[in-house]
């Protein structure tokens, strides 16, 4: 077994659990309807009223807050979400662990509509056991850096991140890297490292495109930026003990809520239902994504190209009040 990685503790427990583990097909959030009015037609319309715009204001103020607090951007970017073909790669388990976690993950998202590559894929989520998640997270920084930047600013949280993610201690840790593009091509709006920069060879520019695949673009419009934020790839270290405080299941979701989103790992969601808390000592801990979770990821993949928090908060908040 490689060195760093000797987890059979932890492999064979996760091996018996997945073995029992059906895994569940993800649901979509389903809104409670509201209680029936009861009394006179006069009193039934007061107390709806007044239930209906109290009620709105503290949701979107806690939409408004949990979108604020779980996410982490690169700073001066919006959030970071999959366009790329969606691959995920697991070691450091037995094949049906493994196997187990994969499928679990693309599963969650498939339900987002992502394309999930075929069998063979070059992976771009990047889930590893580990007996030792510095040790691990120090090795893989200086064996593999590529991993972990795409060379350009923009694309990842910085060095000092980083350091923090070698040495945090936590039962699971992640680093996600992300490229700032062109929402048109696709492209990247940085010149990456061993590209050639600009060189116009025409002695007038008459179109966007003979700025080359890097030219930033301007937009008149103050809401929406001229540019993306796509994520390219993410590195999940997972220590055995993350399985001392909670179930295959549950960790596989908490895995997946994590390689879909740029989640901030020091977010503390004591007063939201959420999967988020699963190695939290505040709050309760569902069996799977909850209804926030699910509303936030389907909020992401909904807000417009370049739109910012609040556009994700917006979208969340609608996905919450919709019938279903």
């Given amino acids: 077994m490689t060195r760093g990685l000797q987890v059979a503790e932890w492999i064979a427990r996760a ?3 997945a073995a029992l583990f059906v895994l569940a097909s993800p649901q979509p959030v389903s809104a409670q309807a509201p209680p029936a009015a009861s009394g006179g037609e006069q009193d039934r319309v007061d107390v709806v009223e007044d239930v209906v715009v109290q009620g709105v204001r503290d949701l979107d103020q806690r939409v408004a807050g ?14 970071a979400r999959w366009r ?5 790669g697991v070691s450091g388990m037995e094949p049906v662990a493994a196997r187990a976690i994969a499928n679990q993950v693309s599963d969650w998202a498939h339900w987002l509509g992502l394309d999930i590559g075929a069998p063979g894929c070059e992976p771009n989520v990047l889930i590893v056991a580990a007996e030792d998640g ?5 090795a893989l920084v200086q064996a593999r850096g590529g991993l972990f930047s795409t060379g350009v600013s923009g694309g990842s949280r910085g060095t000092a991140a980083l350091r923090d993610f070698q040495a945090s201690g936590r039962p699971v840790r992640w680093w996600h890297v992300s490229l700032p593009v062109d929402p048109d091509t696709g492209q990247s709006i940085r010149r990456l490292p061993g590209q050639t920069p ?7 520019l008459t179109s966007p495109s003979q700025f ?14 001229g540019e993306r934020d796509d994520l390219t790839g993410v590195v999940i270290i997972v220590e055995g003990r993350a399985l001392d405080t909670a179930s295959f299941g549950q960790l596989s979701d908490y895995l997946a809520m994590i390689a879909l989103a740029p989640i901030d790992a020091d977010f503390v969601g004591g007063g939201f239902d959420t999967i988020l808390n699963l190695f939290s000592a505040e709050g309760s801990v569902p069996d799977t994504l909850s209804s926030w979770d699910r509303a936030f990821l389907e909020g992401l993949y909904a807000r417009p190209a370049g739109d910012s928090e609040g556009g994700v908060a917006g979208a969340m908040r609608r996905l919450m009040n919709a019938p279903r």
């Fill in 15 to 17: 091996a018996a659990v």
């Fill in 66 to 79: 949990y979108v604020g607090a779980v996410v982490e951007p690169v700073r001066g970017r919006t959030t």
């Fill in 84 to 88: 790329s073909s969606f691959c995920v």
């Fill in 134 to 138: 510095d040790a691990t997270a120090s």
């Fill in 198 to 204: 600009f060189n116009p060879h025409r002695d007038f």
């Fill in 212 to 225: 080359g695949p890097h030219g930033q673009i301007v937009s008149s419009s103050r809401l929406l930026r």
